[in-house]
């Protein structure tokens, strides 16, 4: 263990593998002729090819992952298996992937002498949202409301762990990553079963500003993150904003504006005999008040801007779901060219 | 249909996210007003229907102020109130600056009206800062959003002066706008001076404004204080003509308006550690109130009687 930490790293494990972000991270990552090895674990087979990655089936809410870690001699975790849909089960499965997997990672990283740095997959949703938060958070901006439930909860929480891991080692390079909303063509998140459904809820009365993050720049960061030093934490969002009404005019999706009390019962109702997976409590804070990041440190730290903003990253999704029909703005152009008019 | 956009209005659609594409050039062509009109309106309203506009990282929607927010006020700032305006040149033609005004009127039109002043005669968008319970309502929270305005804390007042916003700020808050009518034309206490600190970190001017004629709008005689503990509202107004006439009690009084912009306290000679110096943040404060006190004290001997 060097005081100046090695330029390349050459072991990396990577957690959460088996899904999105996980295999496209690792197969970022094996692509660099610097990096050794690639190792991948998660709970269950990958459903992407992985390439050179090596898979280990391994459970991080068990000591095993320390076992790992240790006979690979990894130098590099990067941490992306908070999980955000609580689809694996009931909320305290999740949970206890989120909270305790970490847990077990972090004692696994402290120990390990061959540890150099740790790359963390945080939410911007650690911000909470709320009517009496700043419009645009920066890194050090604490939220007026924090979140109370959900996978935001354990995001604050395993920003928590990090710190105390920081704090015991400080020799570890550490970047913590607070994501906007991931949008890509593999992404399943809440908020794209959110945007198919057949007629899209809004909450009556609000109009979120929210922000996106395409899956290609998602992976550029966290593959730059891994192979380079950059400790701190930053916020990742592509620029720009999009109105959620402006959004869903972009996708040309019919959507009814419904009191927000109802919005939870229709969530429900959804669950039930629909099989979509209802609003959670910090999905529908966020389609009342939205949440707007500043990613600007980030942009300094990488000397990089991502390629898509918000606006082109929703324009992309929706492109790739066969979406973006919109029957009124059509009418209108055959009106307008009825009349002779210039678009 | 007032949706087609004023002449002078196409240097003031400022670019801001990506994925705007500027409104072509109307091309020269023979056609007759009528139709050009009618062309215009179907284009706004393709790019409305399409989603196709830009809004900044606050939500301000420009074209939506333009177009919805700003044809009624401008109506009652003409017709109804018949503002006029001193010192307009005050405002500078760019670059970031903090206007401070008093707060009055139960609801604060003001806020509006001053909106309108900057817009149309300034040329400038007036971003203002607001209660936090006005983003607590459904709707007016948005809305208020669209037109440009955010939530008065720090940390937004610091990023639009910053970008070279025109911010404005009522530092009185509900003191000054919830006053009763006895009270008319007394400044209330200006807040902790957060927003002498803010000007002075982001070294941008601060222009003193004084508003005229928002007392008399609805004169509140009377404060049913139950009322509004139970709504969680900070005062609930009984006016001559409210709760007495229901809906039509809403209908302000057209009382005579007049808004001076004072010349502006330049902030860029202070050493950037001032704002954390009470005393010189105090100092600052009190100049800036005895000067729209003055103000206000000139303007109301100029204008004489308030409804004529």
Known sequence: ?343 | MSAAPEPDEGARIIPLGNGYRPPPEPEPDDRGSFERGVAAGLSFLRRRMSGDYPVDEFGYDPEFNRTVVLPPARLLFERWFRVELDGVENIPDKGGALIVANHSGTLPLDGIMLTVAAHDHAHRDLRLLGADLVYQVPLLGHLSRKAGHTLACQADAARLLDKGELVGVFPEGFKGVGKPFGDRYKLQRFGRGGFVETALRARTPIIPCAIVGAEEIYPKIADFWPLARLLGLPYFPITPTFPLLGALGLVPLPSKWMIQFGEPVPLDEYEATAADDPMTVFNLTDHVRETIQHMLYDLLLRRGTAFL
């Open chain 1, 1 to 343: 263990m060097s005081a100046k930490p090695s330029a390349a790293a050459r072991v990396v494990l990577v957690t959460g593998v088996s899904r999105f972000l996980g295999a496209r991270v690792a197969n970022a990552l094996q692509a660099d002729p610097s990096v050794e090895r690639v190792i991948g674990v998660d709970t269950v087979p990958p459903t992407l090819p992985l390439g050179r990655t090596e898979f280990v089936t391994v459970d991080i809410r068990t000591p095993n992952i320390a076992k790992v870690i240790t006979s690979a001699r990894v130098d590099t975790v990067v941490h992306l298996n908070l999980v955000t849909v609580p689809q694996l089960g009931p909320r305290l499965k999740m949970k206890e992937i989120n909270v305790i997997g970490t847990m077990q990672l972090l004692a696994a990283c402290q120990r390990s002498p061959d540890m150099r740095r740790l790359v963390v997959r945080s939410s911007a949703a650690v911000y909470g949202s709320s009517p009496r938060d700043p419009a645009v958070f920066s890194e050090l901006d604490e939220p007026a409301e924090p979140p109370a439930s959900g996978y935001a909860r354990d995001a604050v929480e395993v920003e928590g762990y990090v710190r105390g891991l920081q704090r015991r080692r400080p020799d570890l390079v550490v970047s913590l990553l607070r994501f906007a909303n991931f949008l890509g063509p593999d992404v399943d998140t809440p908020l794209t079963r959110y945007l198919r459904m057949p007629v899209v809820p809004t909450v009556l009365g609000f109009d979120p500003r929210l922000q996106f993050m395409h899956e290609d720049d998602g992976v550029e960061v966290l593959r730059r993150m891994t192979l380079e030093d950059h400790p701190g934490t930053f916020n990742a969002a592509g620029d720009g904003v999009l109105l959620l009404s402006q959004a869903l005019r972009r996708a040309g999706r019919p959507h009814v504006p419904v009191p927000a009390q109802s919005m939870q019962v229709l969530g429900d109702l959804g669950r039930r005999f629909a099989g979509l997976s209802g609003f959670s409590p910090e999905l529908l804070r966020w389609l009342m008040y939205g949440r707007v990041v500043d990613s600007s440190r980030l942009a300094a730290e990488l000397g990089w801007r991502p390629g898509y903003d918000s606006a082109t990253a929703f324009d992309e999704f929706v492109r790739a779901q066969g979406m973006g029909g919109n029957p009124p703005a059509e009418l209108l152009d055959r009106l307008a060219g009825a009349l002779g008019g210039t678009r």
